[in-house]
């Protein structure tokens, strides 16, 4: 079970989700995706995304200049 | 001796006319009445003073009479109502509402600022107690004192105006339950449909409940008390109902006199706030104004028109150079949790009312670089006139900096910009303050492809409506198409789209759809050298899409 970090500050269009789709796909079951992201609509979307994809969200801290999210792969 | 002015309204208008006034002719003997207690009392702030934003009282009261005439050498009476005038005589006629006592004032010239009051339906159960509408201190301070008491669970306002829903904020941060019932289809209602939902739903995200399209048929209670608010669909308990469907201007002693009202019941003034009465004046919120677009009369009772009307008729009370206020646009802002709302100029809707032929953009951007901590995103609808290209209006909302693009706006239209000038405007720029392309500017630029041919656009709301009989393409990744879409859409990412082009059905008219539109746009240019024809983006992208998503 591994840390996944991603970077997606500044990421806009495709934003974050692209990316936590893509590293949710090659990573593991019981890998956590740790994100850090700019883009506000992210905090909507990766709720939703968890939802639909069913990978759990395990922290969602929406800080004013930054939002970072945890998610374990399922 | 000087001439002798009095001014009826002591609150925003009233006051700056009698400084104005006596700096501009300190010989002149100025009175003020009023029948308030309180003069020149921040009115906008009652809201921030509910939810304890605002400390307290007195921090909303700007002047005491005795600073006032202590700063000015002008007498304020206040809890003196004028209840007559003798325009032969030049005398008016004032209720001491302390003593009962009858006064008369004579003067040279009148000057009328009555302001505004909110309108109550007559409704059924509107006497109740916990039932108040949001105008004066007093007001403020009792559904203060309720909230404060702990008396107050659960609270609903009628009407979805600014100050409903600013008060709507206010108590939901008390802890309150708040319900918004507004009866037309939409909160905010001088804002354009999709910019007005998106404040809704924001404010929807934000736990308060809202029920638009939806009529309050009475109130009811138990021992005096307000206990429900009955709307021609539910039921809705409440301990406080804040009425808040709108003011009127307080035109009663205009009328009186027999001073002309216009069309939308204020005070006609012409350009000097001259009243059709010789000698009588006419500032703020019982007055008319003109829009400056459209030059027909409108009734914007606004602090900031107030104040600026309050000055002219100041100056030429003076009797020297005259000063004129040709119009306004009816700028407007409001702030809604951390959403801002803005709008200057006319809506799409008034703008076709009044017989433009518009083309609009609605474009999400930020506020600053993308790339800079903290910014926001902000979207803006700007309006123009087709044929001379010259900006109508425009709205913006966001968690960002909205005042700066419309205050832009604001002057752009003043000074009869066309959307090509507002495209080449050097603003400031440096990362923490703006993107390099300025919202407002790419939002000219948007408005520009569009007038010159080189985009065709779909507006939320035409999506919507029309979405089962489209071809509708989402160029976003995967991911993103998973969140949620337009109804009926299929995913075929930007960068597949040359090689699955062939999937598409060129004769059907499509519509391409992005996060915030710049994708899609990219997208048109690709599928039209693949030769479709019948092509158009989503405007604003999904961030911009106010309705159901699937």
Redesign the interface.
């Known amino acids: 079970m591994a840390d996944i970090h991603l970077n997606c500050?500044?990421l806009?269009?495709?934003?974050p989700?692209?990316q936590?789709?893509k590293a949710a796909k090659e990573a593991v079951v019981g890998d956590v995706i740790h994100v850090k992201v700019?883009d506000?609509?992210f905090t909507k979307?990766i709720q939703?995304?968890c939802k639909?994809?069913g990978h759990e969200l395990l922290e969602l801290v929406d800080g004013?200049?930054?939002i970072q999210a945890k998610i374990l792969r399922k | 001796m000087g001439r002798k002015v009095l001014v009826i309204g002591a609150v925003a208008a009233g006051t700056k006319t009698a400084a104005k006034m006596k700096r501009e002719n300190p010989k002149a003997e100025v009175v003020v009445v009023t029948k308030d207690e309180y003069i020149s009392y921040a009115g906008c702030g009652l809201p921030y003073y509910i939810g304890g934003v605002i400390e307290e009282k007195k921090e909303l009261v700007v002047k005491t009479p005795e600073d006032f005439k202590l700063l000015t050498g002008i007498d304020v009476f206040t809890k003196h109502e004028a209840v007559g005038v003798d325009k032969a005589l030049k005398r008016v006629d004032v209720k001491d509402l302390s003593t009962g006592e009858m006064k008369h004032y004579t003067y040279d010239d009148l000057v009328i600022a009555t302001g505004a009051s909110p309108f109550v339906p007559p409704i059924e159960g509107r006497d109740l107690k916990g039932v108040f509408p949001v105008r004066t201190v007093n007001d403020a301070q009792a559904i203060r004192e309720l909230v404060d008491q702990g008396a107050v669970k659960k609270a609903v306002v009628i009407g979805g105006g600014f100050i409903g829903l600013e008060v709507a904020e206010n108590l939901h941060e008390k802890g309150i339950e708040v319900a918004i019932v507004e009866l037309v289809p939409h909160i905010l209602p001088p804002f354009d449909e999709e910019m007005a939902l998106y404040a809704q739903n924001y404010m929807v995200d934000q736990g308060v409940r809202i029920y638009t399209s939806e009529k309050v048929l009475s109130l009811t209670g138990e021992a005096d008390n307000v206990r429900k608010v009955i709307t021609d669909q539910r039921e809705i308990e409440a301990d406080l109902v804040i009425m808040s469907v709108g003011v009127r201007p307080n035109n009663q002693l205009a009328k009186e006199i027999g001073l002309a009202l216009g069309p939308t019941g204020a005070i006609r003034v012409n350009e000097y706030m001259e009243t059709s009465e010789k000698n009588i004046y006419a500032v703020g919120d019982c007055a008319e104004n003109v829009n400056l677009i459209t030059g027909q009369p409108a009734w914007y009772p606004m602090g900031s028109t107030a104040n600026k009307m309050g000055r002219i008729a100041g100056i030429n009370l003076a009797k020297g150079e005259k000063d004129s206020l040709k119009g306004v646009l009816g700028t407007t802002i409001v702030k809604l949790f951390k959403l801002n709302a803005g709008k200057t100029g006319l809506s799409e809707r008034d703008a076709v009312k009044a017989g433009f032929e518009v083309e609009t953009a609605l474009v999400p951007a930020?506020d600053r670089a993308?790339?800079y901590?903290?910014?926001?995103?902000i979207i803006t609808k700007l309006i123009v006139d087709k044929a001379s290209h010259k900006i109508l209006g425009a709205q913006v909302v966001g968690?960002g900096v909205v005042d700066k693009p419309i205050d832009i706006i604001a002057t752009a239209i003043t000074f009869g910009a066309k959307v090509e000038d507002l495209e080449k405007l050097d603003l400031a720029y440096a990362p923490p303050f703006s993107m390099a392309m300025s919202s407002t500017i790419l939002a000219a630029n948007v408005l520009s492809n569009k007038l010159t041919g080189r985009v065709k656009g779909i507006g939320p709301i035409e999506m919507r409506n029309r979405a089962k009989e489209l071809q509708i393409i989402d160029v976003?990744?995967?991911?993103?198409f998973?969140?949620?879409t337009i109804p009926g859409a299929v995913n075929i990412p930007s960068g597949e789209l040359y090689m699955r082009a062939e999937e598409l059905d060129k004769n059907k008219e499509t519509v391409l759809v992005?996060?915030?539109g710049?994708?899609a746009y990219l997208a048109y240019l690709k599928l039209k050298e693949l030769g479709f024809e019948q092509l158009r983006i989503l405007e604003g992208g999904m961030?911009a899409y106010p309705f159901e998503r699937e």
């Open positions: 500050k500044g806009q269009c495709p934003g989700i692209m936590v789709f700019t506000r609509g979307d939703a995304w639909k994809t004013d200049t930054e | 930020n993308h790339y901590p903290g910014y926001r995103e968690e976003r990744d995967e991911g993103s998973m969140i949620g992005c996060k915030i710049k994708n961030n």
